[in-house]
């Protein structure tokens, strides 16, 4: 009987992709991301705070985007994000397929970021020795966001709680922005908006209301025709779009996890990991693939 990493099945279109603790993320690689972030960069046997090990609190793109632009010290030319000091790196992973353990580090997609209620200090953001708005994480005629979340608390007010959002959102215009809100802490739901022409374009989940503690995947696309929302693999809102995805409004700021980069919206809290961006509007099978992968713990793999 093999182990499960030396195991391999044919994915929804066909291709062999490895089974077992890397699956997720030879599920990603395959779909090839312009910006992936797993914060998972502080491999210690517990959590730990980023600035404790990291000097420069530094969680890097693990696209091949972001491999192909790194640089030495002092990484003038990578798309990395810098943590903000409250957050906590290389928590426990979202992802079932990293084993019944859940623990930091267990596989090379193990880890998640753990963000509290301290707006500022729980902020993701553009690391100043990069560049503020990376072009390849800018894609106008088509986009993914997806990304991993277990919420701790769920905000009132109708506030957004980002996931994902590049550009200020000082006016709702942020360029993209993936989050979740609801009037109360009880019916929050995902939602993706994108901005044309000054115009924000919004799909919002119709399902499921978030609930405190249990983990989602939730993905955004936008394809030239409409933005779509996706809840745990499955479509849950569509909205009629067409035109550029614009980046006129940005406010200075690029890409932010956990909140706008301007701190308009809500702080996300509680946990966030295998946050990716494409180029491109996944396919609703690739988009239940991933959740597949990420939320199924195969132990052993028969051949036959």
């Known amino acids: 009987m093999p182990r499960i990493k030396d195991s391999v099945c044919a994915n929804p279109e066909g291709s062999l992709i490895p089974v077992g603790w890397d699956s997720y993320v030879q599920a990603i690689y395959a779909d090839g991301p312009v910006g992936f972030y797993q914060f998972a960069e502080l491999l210690a046997g517990s959590p730990v705070t980023a600035g404790s090990q990291d000097p420069q609190n530094l969680c890097f793109d693990s696209s091949a985007a972001g491999n192909l632009n790194r640089a030495v010290p002092p990484f003038a030319n990578g798309n990395f994000l810098q943590y903000g000091s409250a957050v906590v790196a290389n928590s426990p992973s979202l992802l079932v397929t990293n084993g019944p353990s859940n623990s930091p580090g267990a596989g090379n997609n193990g880890g998640s970021a753990l963000f509290p209620s301290t707006a500022t200090a729980s902020l993701v953001n553009i690391a100043t020795g990069g560049s503020a708005q990376p072009p390849i994480l800018q894609p106008t005629a088509a986009i993914t966001v997806e990304g991993w979340h277990r919420p701790n608390v769920c905000t009132t007010g109708s506030v957004k709680q980002v996931l994902a959002c590049y550009g200020t959102d000082a006016s709702s215009l942020a360029a993209y922005n993936l989050y979740h809100s609801g009037s109360t802490a009880s019916n929050h739901v995902f939602a993706f908006s994108i901005n044309i022409g000054g115009t924000l374009k919004t799909a919002t989940a119709s399902l499921p209301a978030l609930v405190v503690g249990a983990t989602y995947h939730a993905a955004g696309t ?13 479509l849950q809102g569509t909205t009629a779009a067409t035109g ?4 006129n409004a940005l406010g200075g700021y690029g890409l932010a996890l956990g909140n ?45």
């Open 260 to 304: 706008d980069p301007s701190l308009t919206d809500a702080n996300l809290q509680g946990y966030l990991d295998e946050t990716a961006i494409y180029n491109y509007a996944l396919s609703a099978t690739r988009i239940a693939y991933h959740y597949r992968e990420g939320s199924t713990y195969l132990p052993f793999i028969w051949n036959h």
């Open 244 to 247: 550029a995805i614009a980046y």
């Open 222 to 234: 936008y394809d030239g025709v409409n933005v779509r929302i996706y809840v745990n693999g499955v």
